[in-house]
């Protein structure tokens, strides 16, 4: 049986897989009741992934809002990631007024937003919380709590690198107008990121296993093929949450992501690669471009990659930093300071205690 399902082309299993998807993603929001979920929910509050200013998919969430509308129950807008490219970018959660209605409560991540510039009369329902994720409280849950069962090692002084890349476009493709330029390769660019790593990674005198994670963007056979045609070498692909992999990986080389940021705070050395993505998120505002840049393992040309990973694995054999004295867990607390948590739980709490929420006792932490 094994070898049968061996024979079956990768493109067959990708395309039928694809086609189950779309189809479902057709059905599925005729068939469920968003209404009937919150009416059997009774939520006194809700936090909401707040990422978009276009309309949401299909019906249910439409009646999500509409159920919000009737009930005013407390929303809370969470942010979907550490920083938004613009600082002073507003993303509406209404049609209506001013974007944002009274029960809603629009919670920023990044110690330089502004969200309110567009929206003045919206301030007051703005609060900095910050990014909880990396919390020094929230991090020590990832660290070992016993023996770790790491990967068999094809050498004895080989080291595990996380390749964090993003969505690339296949070979042809058009290129996405506007916006999503800021996030997405078109294939030449992606495919000389690609050679670049794996030629850097033969000729680094380590061995080095490459852990890649794609974004959830990715087509993953599309980076498979990726890594096969520029014969990267020893390999694999995970699929894991970053918080899942930070006790197997002992540095990290990325494109333009704040996936990194997660191992940055924690003390794990990053190699930040200076693409055309990059540059573009620089050119937004200083802010976003002294953040990226000032980190100690930046790369501003693709040849200087080489000596970059050489001075990591050199930090990597010497003695153990600490992280009072780590420069790049220094430079994100100038961004993300601790308390994040503690924050968020306070503005829990603050509506809780409004009257727009039920009266029954929160439990404290």
Known sequence: MHHRLKKIPIGFVRQRFSNLYHEWSKRLPTKVSGIQILERLKPTLVIYDHRSNSALYGKVVTEYHQYFETTKVPVVLSPHAPHQIDLDRFVPFSKTGNGL??????????????????????????????????????LSYCKPRGPIVHRPKRAPNELTCLFVIRRFL??????????????????????????????????????????????????FGRVEEMMRDVRMPN??????????????????????????????????????????????????????????????????????LAAVLQRIVTRLDGPRISLADDPDVQHMRRYYPNGSIERALDRVRALHDSSLISTDPLPTT
């Open 170 to 219: 296949n070979r042809g493709e058009p290129d996405w107008p506007d916006f999503s330029q800021h996030y997405i390769f078109n294939h030449e660019e992606f495919m000389e990121i690609a050679q670049c790593v794996s030629n850097t990674l033969r000729q680094l005198g380590r061995p080095v296993h490459l852990l890649v994670k794609p974004h959830p963007s990715n087509d």
């Open 101 to 138: 209605p009274a029960y809603c409560d629009y919670w920023m991540s990044f110690i330089h937003d502004e969200h309110w510039r567009s929206n003045p009369e919206t301030k007051p329902q703005m609060h900095y919380i910050g990014f909880p994720g990396m919390d020094t409280k929230w």
């Open 235 to 304: 390999y694999s692909i995970t699929t894991e949450p970053i918080y899942g992999v930070l006790n197997r990986i002992d540095f990290v080389l990325s494109v333009y992501s704040t996936i990194f940021f997660v191992p940055a705070v924690m003390g794990i050395p990053v190699a930040l690669l200076n693409t055309r993505v990059q540059r573009d998120v620089h050119a937004q505002s200083q802010v976003m471009k002294e953040l990226y840049e000032n980190f100690h393992y930046y790369v501003p040309e693709y040849n200087q």
